[in-house]
């Protein structure tokens, strides 16, 4: 009986390229479906801090109810700075301490973060905005309305 001779032996070279490439594309992949779980958690970071500070500013405002025409405060506009944790402080300076130290926070911890709070009668809003994607937005529109605004987050309270 006559043997068969075969030329083929091992893969050839472009069976590894492609096996190459198939692994490649598989990594690739995976990678991006990190960074995009990374960006999402972080986002979801962001909305937690708001959330609390948007809280703190409620809980401030309540505590110091007499004097609720003063935490009246623009986005991102940081009032002067008064040291109430060393001093003994009025209401009113009680006030100018935690818009300061609010907003201080906001625009320390949240990317283009800032707050803005207003009354209308006996009705207050607090609203936050911070750049969530990063992209360096700068609209002011709460709820959003464009991809220019910043995220926001509000809330109104009776005092």
Request: contains cysteine; charged residues 15%; glycine residues 6%.
């Amino acid at each position: 009986m006559a043997r068969i001779r075969s030329f083929q032996s091992g893969f050839s070279l472009i069976e590894v390229l492609v096996a190459a490439i198939v692994v490649a594309l598989g990594l690739l992949g995976l990678m991006a479906l990190q960074l995009g779980q990374i960006r999402n958690t972080n986002q979801a970071v962001d909305g937690s801090i708001a959330a609390i500070y948007l809280n703190d500013m409620a809980e401030r405002i309540r505590a110091n109810s007499a004097q609720s025409a003063l935490y009246l405060a623009s986005h991102a506009k940081l009032p002067a700075s008064i040291d109430c944790v060393c001093n003994q402080c009025t209401a009113a300076e009680v006030a100018q301490f935690d818009l300061y130290t609010w907003q201080n926070q906001l625009i320390s911890n949240l990317p283009s973060g800032g707050g803005e709070i207003t009354q209308a009668g006996n009705s207050i809003t607090i609203s936050i905005r911070w750049d969530q994607d990063l992209s360096g937005s700068a609209g002011k529109n709460c709820p959003v309305a464009s991809d220019d605004d910043l995220d926001c987050l509000t809330t109104t309270i009776s005092i």
